[in-house]
T-cell receptor, first 115, second 111 residues
Framework: EPEVTQTPSHQVTQMGQEVILRCVPI?????FYWYRQILGQKVEFLVS????????KSEIFDDQFSVERPDGSNFTLKIRSTKLEDSAMYFCATRTGGAWNSPLHFGNGTRLTVT | ELKVEQNPLFLSMQEGKNYTIYCNYSTTSDRLYWYRQDPGKSLESLFV?????AVKQEGRLMASLDTKARLSTLHITAAVHDLSATYFCAVDRSGNEKLTFGTGTRLTIIP
């Protein structure tokens, strides 16, 4: 079964550094999302991306965050200057464009630790 | 603002017993999803519920949706240890955009 692939699985960075989290969506999926989950808490929406542009973003997704799909395959989340509170598991998720009732398919996540 | 609440937050039950997890949401929604998450792992889609009265079953799990009451339930029948996980419901109000997740229910099945 096709999978959403995320790299790296674990990223440790110092406060103030830039990080880029990468996601390879399922090939025929057109809608892309980033969610995050702080340890032991619920999953929170960050941003949705369709047709090469952001379609919706949450209050968490401030100017320090950006997304892009530079080469038509990888979907990336960049945090420009990381803060301690950015430590969380970041999940990429994708869904098909044709099936309006299709569920999101989540990747295995990147655990980001900011020290 | 859409709010999604689950109860209980923690559930410890014996193998062989039945129990129900409840998911309430605050505003009209198009779709409701149930996901399972094992510790340190990703979210696995269990059910997609699309209309009032929808009921779906897979093995020992059955999910239902009452859009008028803004309530979904996840019923566990004759629990087995393999079902130990955290279960999240999530609501999609706007059609293609964000899911709003519930707080999660951590289920532990005791032999």
């Amino acid at each position: 079964e096709p999978e959403v692939t995320q790299t790296p699985s674990h990223q440790v960075t110092q406060m103030g550094q830039e990080v880029i989290l990468r996601c390879v969506p399922i090939s025929n999926h057109l809608y892309f999302y980033w969610y995050r989950q702080i340890l032991g808490q619920k999953v929170e929406f960050l941003v949705s991306f369709y047709n090469n542009e952001i379609s919706e973003k949450s209050e968490i997704f401030d100017d320090q965050f950006s997304v892009e799909r530079p080469d038509g395959s990888n979907f990336t989340l960049k945090i420009r200057s990381t803060k301690l509170e950015d430590s969380a598991m970041y999940f990429c998720a994708t869904r098909t464009g044709g099936a309006w009732n299709s569920p999101l398919h989540f990747g295995n996540g990147t655990r980001l630790t900011v020290t | 603002e859409l709010k999604v609440e689950q109860n209980p937050l923690f559930l410890s039950m014996q193998e062989g017993k039945n129990y129900t997890i409840y998911c309430n949401y605050s505003t009209t929604s198009d779709r409701l999803y149930w996901y399972r998450q094992d510790p340190g792992k990703s979210l696995e889609s269990l059910f997609v519920l699309l209309s009032n009265g929808a009921v779906k079953q897979e093995g020992r799990l059955m999910a239902s949706l009452d859009t008028k009451a803004r309530l979904s339930t996840l019923h566990i029948t004759a629990a087995v240890h393999d079902l130990s996980a955290t279960y999240f419901c999530a609501v999609d109000r706007s059609g293609n955009e964000k899911l709003t997740f519930g707080t999660g229910t951590r289920l532990t099945i005791i032999p």
